[in-house]
């Protein structure tokens, strides 16, 4: 299991950008695949972006693509989310997992609150 601690969330206009952290307590951080999810009132919990820690290979849901950008930083154990050109339907509780594998995520951060206002 990993710790997992959010933050970087808030309150944005639509347009606005932002950047989420996500760092990880495990000395092991950079075998773990990464991974952020999102969850709106009344809606599933969806996987938006994902990081694999071999190929550095990136995943995008289709209504993030093109505006957000996965990356991580091994050195300081950290996986990061910019979010760029937010849109109100952006609006969730974002949280980041690590995982074996982008198929199976097993630890969990809290999730930071993100709030794009029209």
């Known amino acids: 299991q990993v710790q997992l601690v959010e933050s970087g969330g808030g309150l944005v206009q639509a347009g606005g950008s932002l950047r989420l952290s996500c760092a990880a307590s495990s000395r092991t951080f950079s075998r773990y695949d990464m991974g952020w999810f999102r969850q709106a009132p009344g809606r599933e919990r969806q996987l938006i972006a994902a990081?694999?820690?071999?190929?550095?290979?990136?995943y995008y849901a289709d209504s993030v693509k093109g505006r957000f950008t996965i990356s991580r930083d091994n050195a300081e154990n950290t996986v990061y989310l910019q979010m760029n050109s937010l849109k109100p339907e952006d609006t969730a509780l974002y949280y980041c997992a690590a995982g074996n594998s982008v198929d199976d995520f097993g630890s969990w951060g809290q999730g930071t609150q993100v709030t794009v206002s029209s």
């Open positions: 990081i694999r820690w071999r190929t550095g290979t990136t």
